[in-house]
């Protein structure tokens, strides 16, 4: 869904695992994707992104979930990642965090029947049952 709004609308890149972000010395992540806008782009290196993208996806696993919703969110946070999308696969929903409004409580969950709209791509109406398709 980014990729595709990105070829018509370059405003950034979007990188898939694996790749690297390092946050500071002592945080280092693979997210599943990130977005780094064209402003920002000086972060990309070739072994991923050194500082805080734009946005981080992280898909949820059973074994990652409360990793993810917790520390993991909370250090991207401090760190200056603008955006968080936490997606369900067992839920069937796409959790979105916007650290300048609030660390600790999202703007909203978002379910297969709903849509979203992210700063970050003025242009995009995200369907969340697109999301889930294979």
């Given at each position: 869904i980014l990729r595709e709004h990105l070829a018509a609308n370059p405003l950034g890149t979007v990188v898939i695992s694996p790749s690297d972000v390092e946050l500071s010395d002592l945080n280092v992540y693979v997210p599943d994707l990130y977005y780094v806008s064209n402003e920002r782009k000086h972060i990309l290196t070739k072994q991923g992104a050194s500082g805080a993208p734009d946005l981080i996806i992280e898909v949820l696993s059973p074994g990652t979930a409360k990793y993810d919703k917790?520390?993991?969110?909370?250090?991207?946070?401090?760190?200056?990642?603008?955006?968080?999308?936490?997606?369900?696969?067992?839920?069937?929903?796409?959790?979105?965090?916007?650290?300048?409004?609030?660390?600790?409580?999202?703007?909203?969950?978002?379910?297969?029947?709903q849509r979203f709209t992210s700063p970050l791509f003025p242009k995009l109406q995200i369907q969340v049952s697109k999301v889930f398709q294979s």
């Open positions: 917790g520390v993991k969110r909370q250090i991207y946070a401090r760190a200056g990642v603008g955006e968080l999308w936490l997606v369900d696969p067992d839920s069937k929903t796409v959790t979105v965090y916007r650290f300048e409004e609030s660390a600790d409580a999202p703007v909203g969950t978002y379910g297969t029947r």
